[in-house]
């Protein structure tokens, strides 16, 4: 069974700072990837996806992540925060490689920013 | 539409109750899911749908809950007898076949 750590349930960073969320994974085969973001009283967002190709992905608003198999990691950066990224970010991972029907998410970490 | 409409946003129910929570998907979304989300958890998968055949529902917790997309589109997830531990926001998603998911805003279902 697949299943997805993320480290921190609570992140605090300054305006303008690096965001750093961490992500790993434990997969018996070669996964499917992805980061989303629920702002308060809307639905998850797919921030961007890793499916095999590039190892490092990029995503909307300024987000990349980079899929490390050695490490089995996928951490969420952000060179420079701005206060609308303050939102909670899932990490979660394909059951199925050849598909992503099927996700299971890590419990999620909460991102604040302070100005 | 637009978007994935779930209804009702927020439903409280009384212990034993039946509820019913509908999803209404992207137009022309082959793919229909369902999650459900425990405060300070991540989404659990529940169930899926291709068209209006479910595919798998190896998610959904006992025989109370149950799931049904007759046409193909609409899909209503019914939870028989509700208990407590009900208590959740339940995710609906939809998208293309083998493409990103596109996510409801939830239902917020309180059993009391």
């Known amino acids: 069974a697949q299943s997805v750590t993320q480290l921190g349930s609570h992140v605090s960073v300054s305006e303008g700072a690096l965001v750093l969320l961490r992500c790993n994974y434990s997969?018996?085969?070669?996964?499917?990837l992805f980061w989303y973001v629920q702002y308060p009283n809307q639905g998850l967002q797919l921030l961007l996806k890793?499916?095999?190709?590039?190892?490092l992905v990029k995503g909307i608003n300024g987000f990349e992540a980079e899929f490390k198999k050695s490490e089995t990691s996928f951490h969420l950066t952000k060179p420079s925060a701005h206060m609308s990224d303050a939102a909670e970010y899932f990490c979660?991972?394909?059951?199925?490689?050849?598909?992503?029907?099927?996700?299971?998410f890590g419990k999620g970490t909460l991102l604040t920013v302070n100005p | 539409g637009a978007g994935v409409s779930q209804s009702p946003r927020y439903k409280v129910t009384k212990r034993g109750q039946d509820v019913a929570l509908r999803c209404d998907p992207i137009?022309?979304?082959?793919?229909l899911y369902w999650y459900r989300q425990a405060l300070g958890q991540g989404p659990e998968f529940l169930t899926y749908?291709?068209?209006?055949?479910?595919?798998?529902k190896s998610g959904l917790p006992n025989d109370r809950f149950s799931a049904e997309r007759p046409e193909g589109s609409i899909s209503t997830l019914t939870i028989q007898r509700t208990e407590q531990r009900d208590s959740a926001m339940y995710r609906c998603?939809?998208?293309?076949?083998?493409?990103?998911?596109?996510f409801g805003s939830g239902t917020r279902l309180t059993v009391v």
């Open positions: 998603a939809s998208s293309l076949i083998n493409s990103g998911y596109t």
């Open positions: 997969s018996s085969v070669p996964p499917y």
């Open positions: 890793y499916t095999s190709a590039a190892t």
């Open positions: 979660a991972v394909s059951d199925d490689a050849g598909s992503n029907y099927k996700l299971t």
């Open positions: 137009s022309g979304h082959v793919s």
């Open positions: 749908f291709n068209y209006e055949a479910q595919q798998d």
